[in-house]
């Protein structure tokens, strides 16, 4: 099964660190070695890139824990196949544009028997369940909107239904911003975990590496972190729900959907 990383942040912030850690997932501390992807959002700059190797051995993923990229909100994704062969067009993050805004999404999971009609402009460049239900979820989007961009708590209302329909298919963690805010649903797996003044000291658990986030943050800064298992040692991660979804916004939570009971397909 695939993993996920994002960070939502109240200041433009670099990821580094946690990416770091996050890439050794990919090929070295775990076996999700058919590709790999990071999406950067800074204010209107959308930025995404993908490739079908394992980002533990990664020249570019390297780079990407190396050079800061500041950014409000990031995705991250290493991908552990199970529908859809070893391509750049199957690899997370995916990206679509609907009412003037970039859209990034991110899946865990495995979907049973979803094929959904796809009528519309959203049609998927690959082979994977994860790509359909993002494609599927903006047609619902612009079908319902139109091409009028709500807030996110109108916005997190009217998908938190939707997901729940698609993770009867199956697992369905997932990832989605525009870049202004973050959502996150869990059907089986994720945890987040909230970095705000005073910060510590934090370690990976995916490698041995430190680091005194005193040093690199100020007292303005806040930030959300959400993984499908927590990258760092003694910080208070907390697990989703099944079924709960949360909105993250400026590195607070301003959305919070109670955790449901889901019949995934067996």
């Known amino acids: 099964?695939?993993?996920l990383f994002a960070l939502n942040s109240h200041l433009p912030a670099a990821a580094t660190f946690s990416l770091k850690g996050f890439a050794a997932r990919g090929g070295r501390t775990a076996d999700h070695v058919d590709g790999w992807g990071v999406a950067f959002h800074a204010g209107e700059r959308c930025e995404v890139v993908v490739e079908d190797s394992p980002a533990a051995h990664s020249e570019l993923a390297r780079h990407y824990g190396q050079h800061a990229i500041a950014a409000r909100n990031v995705i991250a994704h290493v991908?552990?196949?199970?529908?859809?062969v070893r391509a750049v067009q199957n690899c997370h993050p995916f990206r679509r544009e609907w009412a003037g805004r970039s859209w990034v999404f991110a899946h865990n999971g495995d979907l049973k028997d979803f094929h959904p009609p796809l009528d519309g402009r959203f049609q998927p460049a690959g082979q994977t369940d994860s790509e359909r239900a993002f494609c599927w979820l903006l047609q619902r989007l612009e079908q319902h909107f139109g091409d009028e961009l709500p807030d996110w708590d109108l916005l997190a209302a009217t998908l938190t239904p939707w997901l729940h329909e698609i993770a009867e298919h199956g697992r369905f963690n997932l990832l989605l911003t525009d870049g202004r805010a973050l959502l996150a649903h869990a059907s089986t797996r994720?945890?987040?975990?909230?970095?705000?003044p005073p910060f510590g000291h934090v370690s990976l658990r995916d490698g041995d590496l430190s680091l005194d986030l005193d040093t690199l943050n100020g007292p303005q800064d806040r930030m959300v972190l959400v993984a499908t298992e927590p990258l760092t040692h003694a910080?208070?991660?907390?697990?989703?729900e099944a079924g709960e979804v949360r909105v993250f916004e400026g590195g607070d939570c301003r959305f919070v959907s109670p955790g449901v009971a889901v019949r995934a397909a067996a």
């Open 1 to 3: 099964m695939c993993e």
């Open 79 to 84: 991908r552990k196949a199970t529908q859809g």
């Open 190 to 196: 994720l945890h987040w975990l909230q970095r705000r």
């Open 235 to 240: 910080e208070p991660w907390q697990a989703f």
